[in-house]
């Protein structure tokens, strides 16, 4: 177990190393400086900007002093919002767009357990034809398609849902929505097929032979262990509601993380761009490697490597 | 004629010799299908891959075909602004309207579409080429190289890919423009775009992952066959192995992956293009003609629906044919 455990960890902390150099190294192949577009600048200010900023030490040096920097979980300044700090702008706005992609998680596992588990129970018949049908488009359409179409439908044709900022809870209806339509196919169709797997097994029927109520052979006895693929799922699902996230508040003018990392990626903010990714990066890691460990906690029929 | 079967009275009909006909019978059971028909009967006896097809078939013709039609017919082409014809509705003359520039929608998601399609064939051959030769040599190779070839797939599986693509596409984007305008060679490439460039290289990086390990799982079952033996027994080299036993002994497992990558491509460059990364202009992909559409899209709501109807028929159409390639090509994998 703790041989598992430290492995994995391992796993991930040298994969954020990774991706903090892969970062870095990117960031420094670019030509120029962001210090170009404000032209005119004359020369020496230009120096005094680089001084400021690091960028006129050798490469290496700086190498060592940002990932020291990041090892304390330190951005640095921000170019485009000046005197601000990388840190500071995620402290203000990764809460918004967690709680965006919180609610949107939240949603996709509240609608497509039931959903994939009703489908299973109806193998073949037409609830579970209904069912595959709607996952099989929800599945084929881009977030920022049902975005949008969401926006001209119920915020330009019917007027009845705000259609950008979070000022009441009516702004997150349709960004959770939008954000949740995938994540809520795939969990159907992988709480169906694993349901399908598990009530055709011996343990149900003996449940079932029992005498039990379906409702407790279904949720009591079924249902636990056909989640557990859907638990394998949390990590990628992090990922998706994050970067799914960016065109969603895109779409909606939601002043999250997510529309500050594009627009630095349009302004050129390297430590914005630097600092959000490795920010990002490191929390989808973080939450698969919680899931990878909590899984043989859950599951006790996995053996550890 | 006595039917008792009891009776010991002989049928002289049993003592006739075979004719030609029967004898061919009793030799063969039956004339063998081969691997490809056998799937190709499967493959069209699914009505729901078939339509898939045909759908994909007309949606290649709309993009390849449609721009020259509508030269020839209309005279519109992707970057022609028409000055009079400035947003314009969908009507009889631009059946989906006109942009703020002037320009012929229908020809911009025409184009848009021919750039949607080649990225997602472009990058699936490349993770074909990559997926299929890593997956092939970790797997025969075994033992120690497979482990840290594998060890190496997993941490590029856990790196959050929408994240290296952005950054990717924000970093090569100047570089590969001053490539493009100095070098004799790359100059063809220009023409693709930097955005573009970058979304293959982060494929060419990332995406394999997944090909490698599939492949790696099925060349572990394969390479302890018999056949195997035998051809190693003659003296096959291991490239000979890889690519004349290997690989065709998995091709059909390939081929399905390979199909679902296909929309998977599609998906994360429309994703770009609509962050406004990816093509640049004039060029337009369904994801920057989305993009565009954005800014207007309480006034020309259709802007954005035809690019997006576009998307969602691809991505579904190939999910689907991947599913009935799926079944026909690789029985023992149908849930």
Known sequence: ?????????????????????????????????????????????????????????????????????????????????????????????????????????????????????????????????????FTTFGIAV?????????????????????TFGLDSWKNYIMPSIALSLYPTCYITRLTRSSMLDVISQDYIRTAKAKGLNKFIVIGKHALKNSILPVVTYVGPLTAYVLTGGFVVEKI?????????????????????????????????????????????????????R | MNKNPLSLQL???????????ERVQLVTMRPSTTYWQDASRRLKRNKVAMISIVVILAVFAFAFL????????????????????????????????????????????????????LVGLIATFIILIIGTLYGAIAGLAGGWVDNIMMRFVEILYSVPDILIVILLSVTLKDPLTIMFESGGLLRGLAGVGPGLISIFITFALLYWVGMARMVRGQVLQIKEQEFVTAARALGASNRRIILRHLIPNSIGPIIVTATFQIPSAIFVESFLSFIG???SAPMASLGSLASDAMNGVYSYPYRLLFPSLIIALIILAFNQLGDGLRDALDPKMKK
Request: aromatic share 10%.
């Open chain 2, 277 to 279: 990364l990816g093509v």
């Open chain 1, 1 to 133: 177990m703790w041989k598992f455990t430290f492995r994995r960890l391992v796993s991930a902390v040298v994969t954020i190393f990774l991706i903090a150099s892969l970062t870095f190294l990117l960031m420094n192949i670019i030509p120029g400086s962001p210090f170009n577009s404000e032209k005119g600048l004359p020369p020496q200010i230009i120096e005094a900007l680089k001084a400021k900023y690091g960028l006129d030490k050798p490469l290496f040096e700086q190498y060592v002093t940002y990932m020291k920097n990041v090892a304390k979980f330190d951005f640095g300044p921000t170019i485009k919002y000046k005197g601000r700090t990388v840190n500071e702008i995620i402290r203000d706005k990764f809460p918004i767009s967690a709680k965006v992609g919180a609610l949107s998680l939240g949603l996709a596992l509240a609608i497509g357990i039931p959903l994939g588990s009703l489908a299973a129970l109806n193998h073949e018949k037409i609830g579970d034809r209904l069912i595959m049908l």
């Open chain 1, 252 to 304: 909606f003018t939601i002043p999250g993380l997510g529309k500050f990392f594009i627009d630095s990626i349009n302004a050129r903010d390297y430590p914005m761009i630097m600092g959000t990714t490795i920010f990002l990066a490191s929390f989808i890691i973080i939450m698969n490697f919680v899931v990878d460990v909590l899984y043989p906690l859950i599951d006790p029929r996995i053996k550890i």
């Open chain 2, 66 to 117: 449609g721009p020259y039609i509508m030269k020839a017919t209309t005279g519109f082409t992707y970057e022609e602004q028409i000055r009079e014809d400035v947003d314009q509705p969908p009507s009889l003359r631009h059946w989906m309207g006109t942009d703020g520039l002037g320009r012929d929608l229908m020809v911009r998601v025409m184009v848009g579409t021919r750039i949607s399609l």
């Open chain 1, 142 to 162: 881009p977030g920022f398609v049902i975005g949008t179409l969401l926006l001209i439908t119920f915020g330009v044709i019917f007027p009845i849902l705000p």
């Open chain 2, 11 to 21: 049928d002289p009909e049993m003592f006739k010799p075979v004719p030609k006909e």
